[in-house]
């Protein structure tokens, strides 16, 4: 388990080097090998797997959301068995306690004093399997350690591992047993994704090569913590133009102003829609964003955010289709950077 401060002065005392960045190439070349070894298990998902590191190494949190079965739970767990780290899972059920994912503090007769033991999100990578069959009170247990990376109990602050990410799977919201995820819970994930069903090729290439063994058995990790950590240092360098940034500024607000929206986009989502853009830049391997980033990546980042009116949901209007009539407006108002393929 990975070790943490026993209390926020500790977590405060202690100065943290900042990590240096690998070139864009080298970036690049990183990011692939990982996609690489993600997809040896994942068959005919590319964008998935593309999208899934984009959020890791922006340091966001990804939800994947969709049916059983279509292999959300192989996706996180590829994606964390192609990193040497920490991984925890929690499998979310109706029992489940929020002193179950934070930790809990407990008397020690022997030594007379309280020592608290740690939850299951002291781990880099933290798998929430099928989050939404947890009752609201323990998804809000989440709420602090997505968004300040530390865990608060009995009045004590303890600080979460570097890299800390939380992929989550999820259920459609109309199956049995299953609880919305509120509010504030889902504005902390960056992007939402679906797995969607395998084509017939890649379908039949899962039933030849998993008639005998189980392919994440076999996957071994490509790249280290310190080496993800560089990644991360490197998004953080990618270049955004002003023109960028303002066309990010203006999708979110139109959200916000949109009449068959009722909730729009937070300043938060802003935020992340940048971010996501700069990794996913950088998984290109480009130093700089372009307009098509932030379009590629506004159903992932925005769709799970927005709440459709009344009236949308009557007339089967999705958020995607929201949200590709407000970058198709703000395109014909000429309000979108010229170029598409430079970084100015």
Known sequence: MTSFPTSATDGQATAVEETPGFDIGEAHRVASDIIRNVESVIDGKHQVVRTALTVLLAEGHLLIEDVPGVGKTMLAKALARSITATVSRIQFTPDLLPSDVTGISVYNQAERRFEFKPGAVFANIVIGDEINRASPKTQSALLECMEERQVTVDGTTYHLATPFTVIATQN????????????????????????????????????????????????????????VQRLMASVREVYVSDAVKEYA????????????????????????????????????GRDFVLPDDIDALANAVLGHRLMPTSRALGNHQHTDELIRDIIDGIVDETAVPPSRTTGT
């Open 172 to 227: 459609p919201i109309e199956m049995e047993g299953t609880y919305a995820l509120p509010e504030a819970q889902r504005d902390r994930f960056m992007a939402r994704i679906s797995m969607g069903y395998p084509d017939e090729s890649a379908e039949l290439s899962m039933l030849a090569s998993r008639n005998v063994t189980n392919p994440l058995a076999d996957l071994e990790p490509v790249v280290s913590a310190a080496a």
């Open 249 to 284: 500024v203006r999708i979110l607000r139109a959200t916000r102003e949109h009449p068959d929206i009722r909730l729009g986009g937070s300043p938060r989502a802003t935020l992340q829609l940048v971010r996501a853009a700069k990794s996913f830049a950088l998984v290109e």
